[in-house]
């Protein structure tokens, strides 16, 4: 007789590289896995994976039987997903993933949604890297891109639009002579949100429309929008930065606009998914809720001073 578990424990297998790694992701031992793999393989007549002690690969068979076998776990996943919906109240749990620079304003939404579904589990990736939503099992991801993704396989949908502003501590600009020009930015201590090391760029946006990019080795480099705006609120430089990330220190007077109305090219805050039908109740209603959020409040585009 088939088993079901035995097609899901091959594809978390493979999917997470290896049977140790698969085996933290799904809290069974190592040894299961191991055991059920071989039944499988044994049931087949053919090998799917080649592991030693020092060597993990997946034939070109496995390759062949994995692909297929994730549409299936897809399949029963959307099967579950229907029954679900009959059930009223959404529970279970939603892999979701954000960068980094937008944890800050979604924790009070996150606080929210798991009051509002108590029966639902929350799992956060927090990360600036892209994420591969169906090779890393992950529901909804959230991006923020100057275009939109064009990934035929992902459902996408809008939230907004997020502006990043050039700013610096009042005795940071008092100290030198006014901005008038971008290229003057080249020759001040830049604080950037890039994690490569080395020379980099911002694409900016004029009262006018006009567009210049702007080449320079920042100070300091962190991916964590928190830590740049310290530093620009302490004085270590220009930093470029979402307004809702820096909207309540402008409001207090820690920092303020340099070239302004100069910004960044608006980024599109939206959401990717891997599919509309049999989409679970708790990862809709986590969809619903974060367009709720996003669209009735100003998270995005907060009131700054002028």
């Known amino acids: 007789m088939r088993d079901l578990n035995d097609l899901l424990f091959f594809t978390e297998v493979v999917a997470h590289g290896g049977f140790a790694a698969a085996g933290r992701a799904l809290r069974e031992p190592k040894s299961k896995l191991s055991r059920r793999v071989a039944s499988l393989e044994a049931r087949l007549g053919v090998r799917l994976i080649e592991r030693s002690s020092r060597r993990f690969q997946v034939t070109e068979v496995g390759r062949a039987f994995y692909a297929q076998c994730r549409v299936a776990m897809a399949e029963v996943e959307r099967a579950e997903a229907l029954v679900q919906e009959t059930q009223g109240e959404p529970h279970g749990l939603v892999r979701f993933s954000s960068p980094l620079g937008l944890m800050e304003p979604l924790a009070p939404l ?113 991916g964590d929008f928190g830590a740049l705006r310290d530093a620009a609120v302490a004085g270590a430089g220009v930093a470029l930065l979402p307004d809702h990330a820096c909207a309540a220190a402008l409001k207090a007077g820690q920092l303020v606009r340099v070239l302004h109305p100069w910004h960044a090219v608006d980024g599109i805050v939206h959401v990717v998914f891997t599919t509309r039908r049999g989409l679970p109740p708790p990862v809709r209603a986590w969809i619903d809720h974060l367009a709720a959020h996003f669209g009735e409040t100003q998270v995005l585009s907060p009131a700054l001073p002028t």
């Open 110 to 222: 996150i606080a929210g949604f798991l009051s509002r579904h108590p029966r639902v589990r929350l799992h956060v990736v927090a990360t600036n890297r892209r994420v591969d939503l169906i090779d890393e099992r992950i529901d909804v991801a959230l991006r923020v891109r100057a275009e939109l993704d064009s990934d035929a396989a992902l459902t996408l949908r809008t939230l907004g639009t997020s502006r990043r502003i050039l700013v610096a501590s009042p005795a940071f600009v008092n100290a030198r002579e006014p901005l008038s020009e971008v290229e003057q930015l080249a020759a001040l201590p830049t604080l950037s949100a890039t994690e490569q090391q080395g020379t980099d760029r911002w694409a900016l946006v004029g009262p006018t429309g006009q567009q210049r990019v702007l080449e320079h080795e920042p100070l300091l480099a962190c």
